[in-house]
């Protein structure tokens, strides 16, 4: 089985990345884009001569990995950590079709903060909203079936719960072992992690229920108000609770 989970950034993605890890039957993929996004976009981001020197640049070699190549370690699961704004839209996407996908989803308000506190003032395209509106309308076009979606919110409220619904959804056994993790990061961490995972670096699990939503600086609230329409349309599919 290949895993493709779409994010955008601050979402947990990282630890559900390590949640996965956790499984003895799983290898993972962080961000396979990654450096590939950075050569065709222009963008610039920190650590970016490290990532560039780390990574693939060319999207078709990523592309045909994250497809058919090999499972790194022979593991029968492959999960990809990918982020949304980096499949830039004349990046290939028929390798998408016959993968298992899930949208996970977050707030905006909470992503914008957080975000904010990493990287100065994010713009719409940084925290990729409308880039993952858009790859799960085209998956659904793709397959035929509207994606699994996935809230980070009600996956830190309950961590088994939502790990369970999760798997059950996309037809993998659920396994303990999701729930928790070495503190230290994960082996195959990309080569941004010391930037950007530090906080999940400290965990061994998946943190506590979130308090109320943050407040989002003045200068940052049109971010907020065109990112909200696409977290809600999302948001309309979301898992919930096995037997809820």
């Known amino acids: 089985m290949r895993?493709?989970?779409?994010?955008?950034?601050?979402?947990?993605?990282?630890?559900?990345?390590?949640?996965?890890?956790?499984?003895s039957d799983c290898a993972v993929w962080d961000e396979p884009f990654y450096a590939a996004y950075l050569t065709h976009s222009g963008a610039v981001h920190p650590m970016q001569a490290e990532i560039l020197a780390a990574g693939i640049s060319d999207p078709m070699e990523v592309a045909a990995r994250c497809a058919t190549g090999p499972i790194p370690d022979g593991k029968p699961v492959f999960y990809q950590k990918h982020m949304a704004?980096?499949?830039?839209?004349?990046?290939?996407?028929?390798?998408?079709?016959?993968?298992?996908?899930?949208?996970?989803?977050?707030?905006?308000?909470?992503?914008?903060?957080?975000y904010h506190v990493k990287a100065e003032n994010p713009t719409l395209r940084d925290i990729g909203a409308v880039e993952l509106t858009d790859l799960f309308e085209a998956v659904t076009d793709m397959t035929g079936k509207t994606p699994?979606?996935?809230?980070?919110?009600?996956?830190?409220?309950?961590?088994?719960?939502?790990?369970?619904?999760?798997c059950d959804a996309i037809g993998l056994p659920f396994d303990p072992a999701m729930l928790s993790w070495p503190k230290g990061g994960h082996k195959d961490d990309g080569v941004w992690a010391s930037h950007w995972y530090n906080?999940?670096?400290?965990?061994?699990?998946?943190?506590?229920?979130?308090?109320?939503?943050?407040?989002?600086?003045?200068?940052?609230?049109?971010?907020?108000?065109?990112a909200l329409p696409h977290y809600e349309r999302l948001a309309a599919f979301k898992l919930t609770p096995t037997g809820s």
């Open 199 to 226: 906080a999940v670096w400290q965990s061994d699990g998946f943190a506590g229920a979130e308090g109320p939503l943050p407040e989002v600086p003045a200068h940052l609230q049109p971010v907020l108000g065109a």
């Open 3 to 23: 895993i493709a989970m779409w994010s955008g950034p601050r979402n947990l993605s990282t630890a559900m990345m390590y949640s996965f890890g956790a499984r």
């Open 148 to 166: 699994v979606v996935i809230d980070s919110a009600d996956i830190r409220q309950d961590p088994a719960a939502m790990q369970r619904s999760l």
């Open 85 to 114: 704004h980096h499949m830039l839209p004349e990046f290939p996407r028929d390798w998408m079709k016959d993968l298992t996908h899930v949208f996970l989803i977050r707030h905006p308000a909470r992503v914008i903060a957080s």
